[in-house]
């Protein structure tokens, strides 16, 4: 049996901390998969999906969860939409036949938004969602370092496809975004 969960369903006002709900069960899927070893039943692409480095020291218990989380872990994704240069929707598993709908954000960069303030803003916009849906189309896509973003609803994530190791470094790479530390971002005008 799959299950599929998204946070859009939160979102009405009546639902009061049903998104923050969300999270934590987010949260705690991603706990879940890291703390506990795959079945040595299952399939050669779950095995490899779900691989994680060594467990044989485990981290202490008043270790917060989300510093128990393994970085090696990468977690596969179904990419359903580019939302701009630096975000998209993804559908993670994270648990075999676990997935989780949500909004990945690229770990460490900063897009000009589709939202802009002058023209040359919406020219970079457009190019950096361009470009992050070419890279993204090369599929293999996987999410890993996962974190809570500053902004509800969506998470922070360093992604690679099947093609490029680090999307983050790509799109640095190519002029496309630029060095993000969670701070006050930077105007894309003038």
Not at 152 to 178: C, E, Q
Request: aromatic share 6%.
């Amino acid at each position: 049996m799959r299950r599929t969960f998204s946070f859009a369903s939160f979102s009405h006002a009546r639902r009061g901390n049903a998104l923050i709900g969300a999270g934590a069960m987010f949260a705690l899927g991603l706990a879940a998969g890291a703390a506990l070893r795959p079945s040595s039943h299952g399939t050669a692409t779950v095995e490899a999906a779900f691989a994680a480095a060594d467990r044989d020291a485990p981290a202490p218990a008043e270790t917060p969860i989300a510093h128990r989380l393994d970085p090696a872990i990468a977690y596969p994704a179904e990419v359903l939409r580019v939302i701009d240069g630096d975000t998209f929707q993804a559908r993670v598993r994270v648990w075999p036949g676990l997935d989780v709908d949500t909004k990945v954000r690229l770990r460490g960069v900063d897009a000009a938004e589709l939202h802009a303030r002058c023209a040359g803003e919406l020219a970079q916009a457009q190019a950096a969602r361009t470009a992050l849906e070419t890279i993204l189309a090369d599929g293999g896509v996987a999410i890993s370092r996962v974190g809570i973003d500053k902004y509800g609803g969506r998470i922070d994530a360093a992604v690679s496809t099947r093609n490029t190791a680090d999307v983050s470094a790509a799109l640095l790479k190519g002029g496309y975004a630029r060095s993000y530390d969670g701070g006050k971002r930077g105007s894309w005008c003038g």
